[in-house]
């Protein structure tokens, strides 16, 4: 058992297993008040296992952080399947389906342009502030690579990828960015967890600006889209 | 018809989305995008057993339209309900 802060939120893990311990080391905190604990239930870790299929340690992770993401939408924070890249301390979201080529862009962004690094390659989490801004966290959970580090940065702008011929890049629609975005946040649990999620949700629309980004594996993509979602940012902030 | 699965219905932006919430969530999957008259419908199904008759009329009491157009709303969402497996 231990406790890790995630958006400064105490939470206590009791785990079974030493993997996710492990997984969190840089999240682990020395409070010993928590908001609420967390725990997998010997049948959630055998569903998730599939049977043995996965190792039990692994899927304990897992379960972990699902119950985490269920309860973290009381807080305002929510979970969306994407990669983070951070530049000069600012967040920028990229979603895109499975095989689409999320890592590999996130990897052009960070050759291509001076002092980006990764926030997180797979399952950052993100809070609706008062103000109607949004902030990007790191979190353990950061997927195959391990891209990710301990911080936060306010959220400029979500793009989601899609693989092309050439490179282009335009306003999202509304009716995209609601599609696309829900395909990208959990979305399941009790009533009153989906609930809180789909009014973040309708704050998160109008909070950012959306792109469609279409491109090659190209350094030239990761520098359009960069100078496109910064002079964006600027301008999005003046306008609001 | 009436929907008996556990769905919660929430304007998000100019759109409503019902999504599956507890045990409907485990074997339905995503999220389903209605306009207003959608969202209308959908909860008087929830109510109560409809028909396509009676969807129609609660329909044209409520909003200004004509038959035609109210009888072509009630049978496009019906079916949307059918194909996505909601009814």
Redesign the interface.
Known sequence: MFIIELCGIPIRMENRYSYVENQCRDYRSSRKDYAFSVFATDKELKEESKDGKFPFDYCESICLYRHICEILPGYSIFLMHSSVVLVDGVAYAFAAKSGVGKSTHTALWCKTIPGASVLNGDKPLFRMNENGSVTAFGTPWNGKEGWGVNKSAPLGGICFLERGEKNAIRKAT?EE???KI?HQLY?????TS??LQ??L??RL??AVPYYVLSCTVSPEAAELAYRTMKRNKEEFEYEN | MRIDKDFTIQKVGVSFVAVPVGETSKNFHGMIRLNETGAFLWNKMKEADQTEDSLVAVLLEEYDVDEATARADVQKLVKALKDGKVL
């Not at chain 1, 979305?187 to 009533?191: H, M």
């Open positions: 509304d960015i609601l599609t829900a979305l399941r649990g009790t009533r989906v609930d789909l009014q949700l309708n629309i109008s």
